[in-house]
């Protein structure tokens, strides 16, 4: 019989997970549909706006307004639009390797907002003008500002990366492992020293 590890070890604690297969199926269908709605807003962005002013919303809270970015935000990177494609591409490849032990389904959501945000803007990079691999992205969301003075302009492809980043952030500090367990911090009383430990 194999003895069973001892309690406070800060191993990971299993929590039986879900079945790789559903965790995978979660994250594609996320990321197909972040990709998607990231596609028919730009399609619609560029249909509604182009020739017009920016639309104010909200009491000027958040503006539409169409732009083509070369670069990242604040157009960082703008002379080397083919370097955007190759990090995509790495962050795909990423997502394929974490995928392989994949069995929890907030992880999944998180990396399929990641994914179909990085494809989003992709198909940009790939297929739009002036090129093939160096595309401008179709950005319309400003906030506060009509012309991105306060916050970048941005696309549904943009949240969709930020909310799975910040979601991944959220699981790696509350412990939430990729396969489905969740690490265990030591108990307060095998933390002390064994002096302190006799004492208490």
Not at 51 to 69: E, H, I, Q
Not at 138 to 150: A, E, R, T
Not at 160 to 176: D, I, N, Q
Request: overall charge positive.
């Amino acid at each position: 019989m194999t003895a069973a590890p001892p309690a406070g070890s800060g191993t990971a604690e299993s929590t039986g997970g879900t079945p790789r297969r559903k965790a995978v199926g979660v994250l594609l269908g996320v990321a197909v549909a972040a990709l998607v709605a990231d596609l028919v807003t730009k399609q619609l962005a560029l249909s509604s706006l182009t020739g017009r002013g920016p639309v104010s919303l909200l009491g000027g809270a958040v503006y539409l307004t169409l732009t083509r970015n070369s670069g990242a935000a604040w157009s960082i990177g703008s002379d080397h639009t083919w370097v955007f494609p190759l990090i995509t591409v790495a962050v795909i490849g990423w997502i394929a390797w974490m995928a392989l032990r994949l069995r929890s389904l907030p992880w999944a959501v998180s990396l399929g907002l990641v994914l179909g945000g990085a494809l989003g803007n992709l198909t940009d990079r790939v297929f739009r003008a002036p090129g093939h691999f160096v595309g401008h992205v179709v950005d319309m969301v400003s906030l506060f500002d009509p012309y991105g003075q306060v916050w970048p302009v941005f696309n549904l492809a943009d949240s969709s990366l930020v909310c799975g980043v910040v979601l991944a952030v959220f699981l790696e500090l509350t412990g939430r492992q990729r396969d489905g367990s969740r690490a265990t911090a030591e108990r307060s009383g095998d933390a002390l020293p064994a002096d302190q430990r006799e004492r208490a």
